[in-house]
């Protein structure tokens, strides 16, 4: 009789285990959430990303991405901080029209923009000339670095994906009825910072090359974001997509950040020539921007420590 009840009761344990694991394989092969994106013109979509670091509650969703559409073909502006990321964009994208993502555009190196890559199978990946090189130096340490930090789970599908279409000066975009131009600078916020101008609705997607709120992170040179701030601004946009931070009327968006960098290169300029050592000038410069920026203290000293080892040789 007993053997009877545990058998009967081993087999509904049993069914009850083949049900729930093929509740969570359904679960597991669901079509993910799509991104909330905002239409900010006719055709052109943006995620805004959370203004923060890189972290395993976030999974490193912080930048913002956008997306366009034109007649015949979509091109996706940067792809976000993990493969899962990536196909939430994905799904928003699908939310909107069926037509294929023809381009991935990356706006430069920086993981936050690229980790999501090898979710956009059969795109033309399209980058900085310089992008392919930075990728190859700073891939591997990239993921290894955000694997300790976010986790495996969230890293697990990202692959360092290198652009194939190469812009070395400018070149031009063909969705069909719409064209972008896109255009490869010096190097300013990183070495491999693009642009990518939407001529339908004057829409600039400036990746990082602007901030907004979002205290600017310096990877390049403080002397080439400057000079190409004054280059940008000439741009005929009417809107801007940072990097980070909220979509802003242009030119006037980047008057906050050039104020910041040359607030920084003067302080650091002064320390330079008062003999003071890197240690110093990385506690002192820019202090008076404190109040106008988030994570002012994540980046500040960092951003002061580039600009000395840059401008002690001017």
Same mark, same amino acid.
């Given at each position: 009789?007993?053997?009877?009840? =545990?058998? %009967? ?7 009850? $285990? ?9 679960? !597991?092969? $669901?079509?993910?959430?799509? +991104? ?13 990303? $959370? ?15 956008? =997306?366009?559409?034109?007649? #015949? ?11 899962? @990321? ?20 990356? /706006? ?6 690229? =980790?999501?890559?090898? $979710? ?8 900085? %000339? ?12 990239? +993921?290894? /670095? ?18 194939? +279409? ?23 916020? *990183?070495? &491999? #910072?693009? *642009?990518?101008?939407? @001529?339908? &609705?004057? /829409? +600039? =997607? ?20 400057? !000079? ?28 906050? @950040? ?8 003067? #302080?650091?300029? /002064? ?8 240690? !110093?000038? !990385?506690?002192?410069?820019? @202090? ?27």
């Amino acid at each position: 009789m007993w053997n009877i009840f =545990f058998s %009967k009761r081993a087999a509904l344990i049993a069914i009850w $285990a083949i049900v729930q694991c093929g509740s969570l394989n359904s679960a !597991a092969g $669901a079509d993910p959430k799509p +991104l909330s994106v905002q239409q900010i013109a006719a055709g052109v979509y943006v995620y805004q990303g $959370a203004v923060a670091l890189m972290t395993r509650e976030n999974e490193g969703a912080i930048a913002n991405l956008g =997306f366009v559409v034109g007649d #015949d073909a979509v091109a996706v502006i940067d792809t976000g901080g993990s493969v899962r @990321e990536a196909r939430r964009l994905i799904a928003a994208i699908k939310a909107v029209t069926d037509k294929p993502v023809r381009y991935v555009i990356n /706006t430069h190196v920086h993981p936050d923009h690229v =980790f999501g890559n090898a $979710a956009f199978e059969g795109a033309v990946v399209v980058g900085h %000339k310089n992008l392919p090189r930075a990728l190859a130096a700073r891939g591997q340490f990239y +993921l290894d /670095t955000f694997r300790r930090s976010l986790g495996e789970d969230a890293l697990s599908d990202v692959r360092i994906v290198a652009p194939t +279409l190469l812009v070395d000066t400018d070149t031009s975009l063909d969705l069909g009825g719409r064209t972008l131009r896109l255009k490869a600078w010096r190097a300013a916020h *990183t070495d &491999s #910072d693009l *642009t990518v101008f939407d @001529e339908s &609705s004057r /829409t +600039l =997607f400036a990746g990082d090359l602007v901030f907004i709120t979002h205290l600017p992170v310096l990877d390049g040179s403080i002397r080439g974001w400057l !000079a190409v701030l004054d280059e940008l601004a000439r741009i005929p946009a009417q809107r801007v997509v940072p990097g980070h931070g909220p979509v802003a009327a242009w030119p006037a968006a980047i008057e906050d @950040e050039r104020r910041y960098l040359q607030r920084l290169a003067g #302080d650091v300029r /002064t320390s330079i020539k008062r003999g003071e050592p890197i240690a !110093a000038a !990385a506690r002192q410069a820019g @202090e008076s921007e404190r109040g106008a920026w988030d994570l002012f203290d994540e980046s500040n000293a960092r951003n002061a420590t580039a600009a000395y080892s840059e401008l002690e040789w001017e």
